[in-house]
């Protein structure tokens, strides 16, 4: 063990020494950030399961008589120094208006993830969410151009993301969209159709490309 740190210091002191300052410093941040969440979740009444991990804090939005469930085992990345792929925000969860759901199993992992719901977002365990993927189940402003600066008549419908799902980085998948068990979304992905289990999809629009073997 000796042996092999002291080749590792002689063969690049540099790159050992500020990677190993890298991780205590994440070390220590996340420590601060997940104390400071728990807090925050339980004030704000978003239940939220054991051991899930912090880099930085997210932006959380319940509305009114709405519920937000997150399981055990979560890791929230909305530090930009955190994920090395590149964040361009922080997580965002939020709930519009009563009765909405946002249900999150255990094992999940988000960067600069925007999950936002105004019916019912719910995502299985497992799942790898990249970095800046939006989950929206609703439009957010209307089509008709008379009203676009509103919210009235905005539609919206279900999202459900199953177990072992992979999303790409800056992936979007809009409301109404089911996607199955272990599947892979490729990066840059618009999904506006459902997609099986068991398959890699991607593009704009989100199509199947292959099985998984």
Do not use: Q
């Amino acid at each position: 063990m000796i042996d092999k740190l002291k080749n590792k210091i002689s063969t690049d002191i540099s790159g050992f020494l500020f990677s190993k300052l890298r991780n205590k410093r994440l070390k220590i941040y996340s420590f601060i950030s997940s104390k400071i969440c728990y807090l925050i979740f339980f004030l704000k009444k978003i239940k939220l399961g054991n051991k899930c991990t912090f880099y930085g804090i997210p932006i959380l939005n319940r509305a009114y008589n709405s519920k937000i469930t997150i399981g055990s085992k979560c890791t929230f990345r909305s530090d930009k120094s955190s994920n090395l792929i590149g964040l361009n925000r922080k997580c965002i969860i939020s709930t519009f208006g009563e009765g909405t759901k946002i249900s999150i199993g255990n094992n999940v992992g988000f960067s600069g993830t925007v999950i936002g719901a105004a019916n019912s977002i719910t995502i299985g365990d497992n799942v790898l969410s990249g970095a800046n993927v939006l989950i929206t189940d609703f439009d957010w402003h209307p089509i008709n151009p008379k009203k676009r600066h509103t919210n009235e008549g905005v539609k919206n419908a279900p999202v459900i993301i199953g177990n072992n799902v992979w999303l790409g980085i800056n992936s979007v998948i809009l409301k109404g969209v089911t996607i199955g068990d272990n599947s892979v979304i490729g990066a840059n992905s618009l999904v506006v159709k459902n997609i099986p289990a068991n398959v890699i999809a991607g593009g704009n629009p989100c199509k199947v490309i292959k099985e998984l073997c």
